[in-house]
């Protein structure tokens, strides 16, 4: 193998800078020449692959968004698309490609090893945490640290006037989000997609709350939780207590930011792990880090696997939040 | 005067530990004694006052809420809870009071004051910066920089998938947050309570930014502007475009935070400046900053009074949004 | 056991308080009696040991430092003072004890376990990372990432006049936080305890770098590298390499700040995993986290091994400083 | 006029993008051409001028630094330096210049000016607020509290074991950022260049301040004080009160980090002013803001001229730092 792709796509995080850094630098170490794919697909059909050298990469370790930006782009679901794809792989010489993103890159980036003879290792990147195969995916640390600091500033102020908090984290079919802010944050409640709690049930024990005392409480909602996003909850709960509540939306406020040292760490670490994992021949997997080691999971399986929630915190909710 | 209280009252603002603390130390210096009054009127009526001596403001003037806490208090408006909470003030030995807060603040120490004879001297303490006689009230600096870092997060995701961002900040009928953040934030477009724009020409302005290249906008909208919430405009703005949008509310965030430095400053100023103000048998008067001078305002014109947005902001804004 | 007593001992650390919160409402929740030991050792001489209910905890998970404080307290490595201790433990009814902090602590509580019949279990809080039997000690990660925004900001200035930066960050004999610090903040060089570079060899390196074509470097340095301060180091390797030098010295600032959500949900899983560990009859033990699993280790063994630096971040480091 | 030129020159500061922003948006709005002189005076020589847009400018209002970097260059201190860069800006057709910067940045220009023809306008930009004609600087606000953060982070574990802390702030020859943060941090002391507190002095304040019962004291040091640096001081400190002390040195952080609200909006007002000023036949002179609104300054004067110190922060601290 002597040029390789990176690439990242889907919707951005925090870290993948960091990631595409470790790429290029992990590569050009072994000889290898590194051209970076614009806008995610976009760029494969459009050939928008500048080669890549070591300055390239100087000072974006900090920065969050990623240099080589992300776009959506239907056509690589055609075959057509992905033939395009392919052949513009070949004309450019680009034998491998390290795919940065989350479930639908990985779906992309599996359909053109599949019908391309390309070798493809994925790096997890998603704010949301969702994908089997790593601990945490590139962006979640930033994401929890960043939502937990506005539940922080609620929180300053929930001694005062207001009683009642809802906090909407991202979060559309996984609660990984909710559950870590929650308990890093001391929230009174958390509802996550994942569990079935009622708003009556809420309302009880937000009741039991208050009168043992407590002044005020933050409910942390992720935004898929089946009884509907914050406003409605809100809503509904404020009739029933017959109290006013104040209701935070961050949205891709939790997108943004410089990323933690952790992401950036498991950024580097990952970016050249998939450039050893391409060097050594493997292909369709993803790199991930799981206990603290590097560990290659097939492709398909980081979606068909589901990725469980830390029993533990589930428990801590419960003795923490009484 | 040998003894004054002190008391927070309203929603709280970063920086009123700060007046609190300079209100302690000037008087203190001044040889007089203090009181602090607990969760506002409310502490008045309840007599819950306790001795404030040096130790008691150590270690605070970082810490956003108010020490003092506040609470809403509707004894405050009939004559009876009046009567008593200026009797009780007279067994306390309480001849002057230092009123921390806005508006409603204001309003109750001026009814005191009238009705009990006890000199009263207010400091502007309010994130949403709606009060006249002063630059500044103190918490606007910290509220527009938060708000401001979130703006800067939404940014830093914005050239990637999404392209239409609207984020919601505090102000129900003054757009002093959204139009600083706006300019600050570099926001596309600003929609206050005290211009109106409706959501037709926002639309046809988008158009138009979308037409010269932009890849994403971000919009700031006043919680209390006219045409509704963020979500509300989002959805109809939405629809006009026939793209997909997404919404940021930030709540009570705003509301919290370690202050800012010029919040601080201001706050310290104030709180000596206030303390001065009684000393000097000044009373129904609010001290604020004007043009870098402390300046004494006759109470009731801090709300009868209407402050105006800076011009030069709005001018800013129609140059630097293009 | 009935009753237990927690303290805190040594430098603090963020993410105490989220530790003394998880004790406290941990044993109340199986029924135990809680007491804070305040100042550490000094508390337990003087019998400064309030009773600690679900109130006493609330609105701390957030804060830095420790609600119980810290001193230095020498009378308790006279056999002496320990006896006191000890007596005063009886007296108060005090069966179990927590004991927050780092090798002191540990060496302190270990001796009051062997001479008094209590039991003691450890729980890891130090900012430097060194004690053995935990991945990571509660405040390490928060230390990193207020290490990290300084770099960031160093690197915002340093494309600009000067060249060269030098930042001391914490850590007297061990190398974790200039480890962790240099790799996430893409430093050109890390000096650290445990390896043996000298200037001559850091001067080359860094002359082969602006060679390349860097405009500027930074250097981490442990403060305890045995080639002495970043201020000694940077006069030597300006001399050397005929040019300005700029440092920074971080000093306690690293011990402060908001616990991370990593730090506050360690400390919480720390904090119920001690209160369970003495439950079931354990003593003189710390608990630690290792690859995710709560882990109990002698509290001997946590200052007689010694903890290894992270060796995939060694290589990491060679890799991307190119 | 219809071609201008932008440069940024010396030390960079937090809000130099965003006052390059407005001059080129305010530009264009007006119908001048724009060119960006890269790396200051080093840029006029090489010629290296592209022309900017408005696309030039999209997303750098948050960001620190300057996107036209700076350099030092002796070659303008000559007069061929200076023929050749009159002689490179009137064969690209720049009638009218923007200088970004301090000082020298102004005296530069001012010669410039005089020998060539060119009508200058500057902008003040630095950290130190030590520039005649304005009541702040661009990049001030962000360097106060990025200086305050760390204090409070220092102050976050003051309480605990260590009792006295130094903190080195900016400030060769002006105490602007050393008082300011000192009064918005709580520090018991400030050395600054401009009063002539001595050592001993020093030492018997905080004698009283430890006698009265405080538990610990931070101390602000200009690092210019003529009482030499930080470490210095806490040495003869720490050996006349026979205690330990702690020293921070911030150096270069304080000029990175993005800028605040404050910064950016008086950057956009100036830029507009610059553009403003230049269109309508105004020299040599620096546009600044003075008490809310827009002053031009003889350029030498700037200089000449020293600006003092906020005499009512001197008292604050007298009062507050009891």
């Known amino acids: ?53 070591l300055k390239s990469v100087t000072n ?72 089997y195969g790593t601990d945490a995916t590139i962006g979640f640390d930033t994401a929890v640290n960043t939502a937990l600091e506005a539940i922080d500033k609620i929180r300053d102020t929930a001694e005062s006037l207001e009683r009642l908090f809802f906090v909407e984290v991202m979060g559309r079919t996984r609660g990984f989000i909710a559950l870590h802010v929650g308990v890093a944050g001391g929230a009174e409640q958390i509802l996550i997609p994942e569990s079935e709690e009622d708003v009556d049930e809420l309302c009880r024990s937000l009741e039991r709350s208050f009168g043992r005392g407590k002044r005020s409480a933050i409910v942390v909602v992720a935004e898929g939780d089946e009884a509907g996003g914050a406003i409605g909850i809100a809503r509904r709960v404020a009739s029933c207590l017959k109290t006013e509540s104040r209701v935070c939306i961050l949205g891709h406020v939790q997108r943004g930011g410089s990323p933690t040292a952790r992401d ?14 391409l060097a050594e021949g493997r292909d369709g997997c993803m790199v991930g880090e799981v206990e603290g080691r590097i560990v290659h999971t097939p492709l398909h399986e980081t979606w068909e696997k589901t990725k469980e929630l830390d029993p533990s915190l589930l428990d801590l909710m419960k003795v923490l939040a009484t």
Not at 70 to 78: I, K
Not at 89 to 101: D, K, N
Not at 264 to 277: E, F, P, T, Y
Request: with cysteine.
């Open 1 to 53: 193998m002597e040029k390789i792709g990176v690439l990242t796509s889907g919707g951005d995080a925090p870290g993948m800078n960091a990631a595409i850094r470790a790429v290029v630098r992990a590569a050009l170490a072994r000889g290898l020449h590194v051209v970076g794919i614009r806008r995610g697909y976009a760029g494969l059909l459009a050939k928008d692959m500048p080669r890549l050298g």
């Open 60 to 131: 974006i370790v900090q920065r969050s968004g990623t240099v080589l930006e992300t776009r959506r782009c239907q056509e690589m679901y055609t075959p057509e698309g992905r033939a395009r794809a392919i052949e513009n792989l070949r004309e450019e010489g680009v034998e491998g490609l390290v795919a940065i993103g989350g479930d639908g890159t990985f779906r992309g980036a599996t359909l053109l090893a599949a019908e391309g003879g390309i070798k493809v290792v994925g790096i997890p990147g998603t704010i949301d945490n969702d994908i």
């Open 264 to 277: 950036r760490i498991l950024a580097s670490k990952l970016g050249v792990a998939a450039v050893a994992a």
